[in-house]
């Protein structure tokens, strides 16, 4: 079997980013992992309306393959709840879009079942969305999701990375799998009798952080400490996102040792012959969410959330992630 790259899997990541460059130059309020809108809400001080959005991708793929539809909702919301929370806010609605070729009743009710587990995991309300049925658009038996997460925080309890500094520590928070990320390689790994094998491991849903982050947040702030930045290891993997949460001169180094690989990465590396690159380029390689902070919060962090691991730290440099 050939060596296999994200890129000739049909995704050019490169690309993805020269577009969304275009995008921030046309549009300059657009950045970070969720976009913000101030208000000022009866005098109560200086707030920001949180908003961001976000699909499954070709996990969806996945669920037609295995015919498992009860999850992907839940990947749909956790997509746009985990964004929406790296900058401090808090969930308030979730809409979706679902269309879809022909309606299948009883398949729609339970892609709906998974979206409002999601939102109950992501402490979302429902408030609407938009079914669409169009005919000789999707091939039979197929449909695609789209989701919008609305949320709130205020001014002064804004997580933006700034405050960020040399010394500061990187915790991480363990993911579920692949999440919704990388399946267009994935799908090129696993066929067949091997898909039967790994199927229900690849389709487990994205792992929803909002319980343990707000968790953290508040057993932080008590003691008058806070989380410097959050970071949501989706596509591109830690190589790619963490990166966009550092202030100048602040380069991330990861102790890639202090946390175990999950397997099922290291079976699409080997049934791929995946470059290690590739790997932490593609996949979050079992770290689902970053968070920096003050080596003085470090006791109390772990304290507040046990399983949250001591990864890496925060070194004078260019503004990159180290892999170690």
Not at 82 to 110: E, H, M, Q, V
Not at 179 to 201: D, M, P, Y
Not at 241 to 250: D, F, Q, S
Request: positive net charge; glycine residues 12%.
């Amino acid at each position: 079997m050939p060596t296999l790259t994200y890129k000739k899997s049909g995704v050019d990541t490169g690309l993805a980013d020269r577009f969304v460059d275009h995008i921030q130059k046309k549009a300059p309020a657009i950045g970070g992992f969720a976009g913000l809108f101030p208000l000022d809400l009866n005098g109560d001080g200086p707030y920001q309306l949180v908003a961001c959005t976000d699909g499954v991708g070709t996990k969806l793929k996945l669920a037609f393959l295995l015919n498992k539809h009860e999850t992907i909702g839940i990947d749909l919301v956790a997509m746009c709840v985990n964004d929406l929370i790296t900058c401090g806010a808090k969930p308030l609605i979730f809409l979706d879009y679902y269309a879809t070729g022909k309606l299948d009743l009883k398949k729609s009710k339970r892609i709906l079942g998974g979206i409002m587990e999601g939102c109950k995991q992501g402490r979302s309300v429902l408030l609407g969305g938009e079914t669409a049925e169009m005919p000789g658009f999707y091939q039979k038996g197929e449909y695609d999701l789209a989701g919008f997460s609305v949320g709130i925080v205020k001014q002064k309890e804004l997580i933006d990375g700034t405050k960020i500094f040399p010394g500061d520590l990187i915790l991480g928070l363990r993911s579920s799998g692949p999440h919704s990320n990388g399946f267009s390689l994935i799908r090129q790994v696993f066929k067949g009798a091997a898909l039967k094998k790994w199927g229900a491991k690849l389709i487990t849903p994205t792992r929803i952080y909002v319980d343990e982050i707000n968790k953290l947040k508040d057993g932080l702030r008590a003691k008058g400490q806070i989380i410097l930045g959050l970071s949501h290891i989706t596509g591109g993997g830690i190589v790619e996102n963490v990166p966009r949460i550092l202030p100048k001169g602040c380069r991330a180094v990861f102790r890639t040792g202090a946390w175990t690989i999950p397997p099922i990465f290291r079976e699409i590396q080997r049934r791929g012959r995946i470059p290690e690159a590739d790997m932490w380029r593609t996949f979050n390689m079992g770290i689902g969410m970053v968070i920096v902070i003050r080596p003085s919060s470090l006791l109390l962090a772990q304290k507040l959330l046990p399983e949250a691991t001591l990864i890496g730290e925060i070194v004078k440099g260019k503004n990159e992630v180290e892999l170690r």
